[in-house]
């Protein structure tokens, strides 16, 4: 048989606020099963399931707009999927909120180290050869031709393989992630660089002495606990590409295909 109950009765019997329970009522999640001969709200037993719900994705932090058409999807199926975006979308929030974190504790604006957030690109890529610090003229070379095909590009990145006075690298060319390419040498890479946090350092000694900026970024890394999940890369940006920072990414930030 129906119980059915006041306004105070109701939020007695779920624990959740009179002013809650307008609140819902405002925003369309939950309304009184009826209103008494007086005016006031009447509300079922069969409605405390559904209010302690709505409650428990509010503090979820669920968006209203998402609880409504949750509760009046029927479909099982649908509700699921939007369920499953939700627990991932949670998990992608702590694990930014666990960088934060981290960052804001380890003192690191006083040591000049930053978060950057860095978009997904298209990373043309071409191996080379030099002295530590000489390969300006690579980068000139491999971004002429890139010109001469009208493939724009903003950053250029270097990734050390091998090597130690002598060293062997993959100079990289930024390019939009949706850039169709063609006409490139048979020795060019494509790789795809995906979304994600880097810790940054800037760096402005002479490039021979690059080597103390990779200690210095590793040795904070390890200190506070940072787990790279790609290796470090020189960052050249700006005007001619005279701005240069040590990225380490840090944290993947997938974004989800639906």
Not at 189 to 202: D, F, S, T, V
Not at 231 to 258: A, C, H, K, N, S
């Amino acid at each position: 048989m129906t119980q059915f109950m006041n306004i105070q009765d109701f939020s007695e019997r779920t624990g959740i606020s009179k002013s809650a329970l307008r609140y819902y009522e405002q925003k369309n999640l939950l309304f009184p099963r009826e209103r008494s001969a007086n005016g006031y709200r009447v509300y079922s037993d069969d409605q405390v399931a559904t209010v302690k719900l709505i409650s428990s994705l509010r503090l979820a932090g669920i968006p209203i707009k998402d609880i409504q058409i949750y509760l009046l999807e029927n479909e099982e199926a649908k509700r699921q999927q939007m369920m499953e975006n939700w627990i991932y979308n949670i998990k992608k929030t702590r694990d930014l909120l666990t960088v934060s974190l981290r960052y804001l504790e380890s003192g690191s604006i006083s040591k000049e180290i930053y978060l950057i957030e860095k978009s997904a690109e298209q990373i043309i890529g071409y191996t080379a050869e030099s002295k530590t610090g000489e390969f300006k003229e690579h980068f000139l070379k491999r971004g002429s031709e890139l010109q001469k095909l009208n493939i724009p590009f903003k950053n250029c990145y270097l990734k050390y393989l091998s090597g130690k006075d002598f060293i062997k690298v993959q100079i990289g060319f930024g390019v939009p992630i949706d850039l169709r390419i063609n006409d490139l040498t048979e020795i060019a890479l494509i790789e795809h660089m995906p979304p994600c946090i880097c810790i940054a350092m800037p760096f402005k000694e002479s490039l021979s002495r690059i080597q103390n900026g990779y200690n210095k970024l590793m040795t904070y890394a390890l200190e506070h606990k940072w787990t790279p999940i790609s290796p470090i890369l020189e960052w050249y940006y700006g005007v001619d590409f005279t701005e240069l920072e040590l990225l380490m990414p840090v944290t993947q930030i997938e974004r989800r295909v639906e």
